[in-house]
Nanobody
Framework: HVQLVESGGGSVQAGGSLRLSCDGHGSTYSPYCLAWFRQTPGQEREGVASIDVDGRTHYADFVKGRVTISKDSANNTLYLKMDGLKPEDTAMYSC??????????????????WGQGTQVTVS
């Protein structure tokens, strides 16, 4: 059983920064690819960034240059550092894990494990 637990969300002013964390737990936790997604009410979940087992990263165009995804594999922790936050970044952010190479890192149905989410609000 794999459990992902996010933290670090909150309310910030435009231009501010946040660092989200996602702790992975479980005896079978051995992800190949980790990602952050976000969702607002009435909208589809959208991929923000991903990082694979070799450290290769992908970013959505709408966050490039403002966001950095990283991981601490020794501690099973995934991070998302967000700078220059905009009101349109307001969303529920969730981490996701896949045990294999996803067909596309942006496809949420490629990930089998999800956290409960952490809210980010930018005003």
């Amino acid at each position: 059983h794999v459990q992902l637990v996010e933290s670090g969300g909150g309310s910030v002013q435009a231009g501010g920064s946040l660092r989200l964390s996602c702790d992975g737990h479980g005896s079978t936790y051995s992800p190949y690819c980790l990602a952050w997604f976000r969702q607002t009410p009435g909208q589809e979940r959208e991929g923000v960034a991903s990082i694979d087992v070799d450290g290769r990263t992908h970013y959505a165009d709408f966050v490039k240059g403002r966001v950095t995804i990283s991981k601490d594999s020794a501690n099973n922790t995934l991070y998302l550092k967000m700078d220059g936050l905009k009101p349109e970044d307001t969303a529920m952010y969730s981490c996701a894990a896949s045990s294999r190479t996803p067909m596309s890192w942006r496809r949420y149905d490629e990930y089998s494990n999800w956290g409960q989410g952490t809210q980010v609000t930018v005003s």
